[in-house]
């Protein structure tokens, strides 16, 4: 696609609900990122791939947030069990390599209530 | 561990007139690059302009250009003849240039700023 494509744009949660997120990459593009963005923050290292490959996940808050990129492109973030804590807007980024610019879409933001 | 620090929560500039946003940071390593992205109320992050450390020249993109003190830490952004569109969150972030180990963005808090007509 033209871009970097998160769906669903919004998600209400209640609270106890497992969630899915998901990214759709530039096509052809090697690495992407998941970021955390709460209201008024600046967005906070999540996870990192290098096509199906889980480089960095030191920023996963809790084994409850899970990420997966089986095919080395589509990327979906899990949250189990979600709680108040978790509400935020999600990023997802891509670039076509290391140290290339990355290309951010327009997020998700999940409210857990 | 790298930090970015942005101490300007909020700003305003007319419209036509000139605003520096500035940014500070905090690492060790000697190959890294720094951006500046704007993130308007759709949420999607837009970079802005980038400097990559090794180049001693500022970086300039049309409107946009960035003063990069190295010694200092010290990565500010101009925006010269503000319109109405400039306004958004702007957000300083760094990046390791080693390509190995560690590789993501490491974002500041943001500014706030608003153009006024």
């Known amino acids: 696609g033209a871009g970097v494509s998160q769906s669903p744009r919004y998600k209400v949660a209640k609270r106890g609900q497992d969630v899915a997120l998901r990214c759709d990459p530039i096509?052809?593009?090697?690495?992407l990122f998941w970021y955390q963005q709460a209201l008024g923050q600046g967005p906070e290292f999540l996870t990192y791939?290098?096509?199906?490959?889980?480089?960095?996940k030191s920023g996963l808050p809790s084994d409850r947030f899970f990420a997966e990129r089986p095919e080395g492109s589509v990327s979906t973030l899990k949250i189990q069990r979600t709680q108040q804590e978790d509400s935020a807007v999600y990023l997802c980024?891509?670039?076509?390599?290391?140290?290339?610019?990355?290309?951010f879409g327009q997020g998700t933001r999940l409210t857990v209530v | 561990a790298q930090t970015v620090t942005q101490s300007q929560p909020e700003m305003s500039v007319q419209e036509a007139e000139t605003v520096t946003l500035s940014c500070t940071y905090d690492t060790s390593e000697s190959n890294y690059y720094l951006f500046w992205y704007k993130q308007p109320p759709s949420r999607q992050m837009i970079l802005v302009i980038r400097?990559?450390?090794?180049?001693?020249q500022n970086a300039t993109e049309n409107r946009f250009s960035v003063n990069f003190q190295k010694a200092a830490k010290s990565f500010s952004l101009k925006i010269s003849d503000s319109q109405l569109g400039d306004t958004a969150m702007y957000f300083c972030?760094?990046?390791?240039?080693?390509?190995?180990?560690?590789?993501?963005?490491?974002f500041g808090t943001g500014t706030r700023l608003k153009v006024l007509a």
């Open positions: 980024a891509s670039s076509l390599r290391r140290n290339t610019e990355a290309f």
């Open positions: 400097q990559e450390a090794y180049k001693q």
């Open positions: 972030a760094f990046m390791r240039g080693d390509l190995s180990g560690t590789y993501k963005y490491i």
């Open positions: 096509s052809g593009h090697v690495s």
């Open positions: 791939f290098q096509n199906e490959a889980q480089l960095d």
